[in-house]
Nanobody
Framework: QVQLVESGGGLVQAGDSLRLSCAAS????????MGWFRQAPGKEREFVAS????????YYANAVKDRFTISRDNAKNTVYLQMKSLTPDDTAVYYC?????????????????WGQGTQVTVSS
């Protein structure tokens, strides 16, 4: 497993933007597919976005498509989630995750490493 630490969450107003960061430990970052998930109170954890090892392929949940952008900087062992046009429905704890196997990274079961989460709250 790899250690993951998210940061960048906070309280914002609807329509605002926010960028989350996830810093990974070790030298195997570039060999891992990275993803973002979120979990709102009373709801199950849901997929948000994933990015391939090289950063050339990305996947997004329909709820965030065209608003969120996932990216990675392998030199910095960091993955980002740029969030725009935020709405109260985006309020959740956002988790960074990683796995080394084959797959698109769109389901939680694929991942074997998780961060502690960072809270994003969007007010009306």
């Amino acid at each position: 497993q790899v250690q993951l630490v998210e940061s960048g969450g906070g309280l914002v107003q609807a329509g605002d933007s926010l960028r989350l960061s996830c810093a990974a430990s070790g030298r195997t970052f570039s060999s891992r597919v990275m993803g973002w998930f979120r979990q709102a109170p009373g709801k199950e954890r849901e997929f948000v976005a994933s990015i391939s090892r090289s950063g050339g392929t990305t996947y997004y949940a329909n709820a965030v498509k065209d608003r969120f952008t996932i990216s990675r900087d392998n030199a910095k062992n960091t993955v980002y989630l740029q969030m725009k046009s935020l709405t109260p429905d985006d309020t959740a704890v956002y988790y960074c995750a990683a796995f080394e196997g084959a797959g698109w990274g769109t389901t939680a079961r694929e991942y074997d490493s998780w961060g502690q989460g960072t809270q994003v709250t969007v007010s009306s």
